[in-house]
């Protein structure tokens, strides 16, 4: 076998390939071509925004939302503590209501003895009169034959 190469011929495309022609371009209605001129002068862009404004305003909204949260918490635990001591000290109240209480019925359950050992004795008929205007409040009950 022989080293030698074929000559290479490049495929005629106009006969081998399938695709369609395109029509050729052609102006569009109220285009350039229709006023008579190709180019206009047009404003330039206007530049684009920065982001800075944004992120600031993004930033100070989160500041301000952790500052809101901060200060919420620490008002909610002031009153925490603040609860907590008024309830303890409406327990002691209350402990010192009850043994006030308790003292009063003592008192209450000796009294009769201790008038009998001062030489008291009970009244028969109390008849009582208001000070304030003079006035008998309560008479004695009339005797019934």
Sequence with gaps: MSALRAPAV???RRTT???PRRAPLTA???GAAERGRRLDVV???LQSASGVPFYVLCASILAAALLAALLLN???ARGSYEMA???KEVGQVAQD???RQAELRAAQASLPQRAQQMGMVPAENPTMFSVATGEVVAAPP???P
Excluded: Y
Aim: no cysteine; net charge neutral.
């Design 10 to 12: 490049a495929p005629d």
């Design 43 to 45: 404003r330039a862009p």
């Design 97 to 99: 209501v009850q043994e």
């Design 28 to 30: 569009l209605p109220g």
């Design 74 to 76: 620490t008002t909610m």
């Design 17 to 19: 390939t399938t695709r």
């Design 85 to 87: 001591r008024l309830q």
């Design 142 to 144: 009339a005797e019934q």
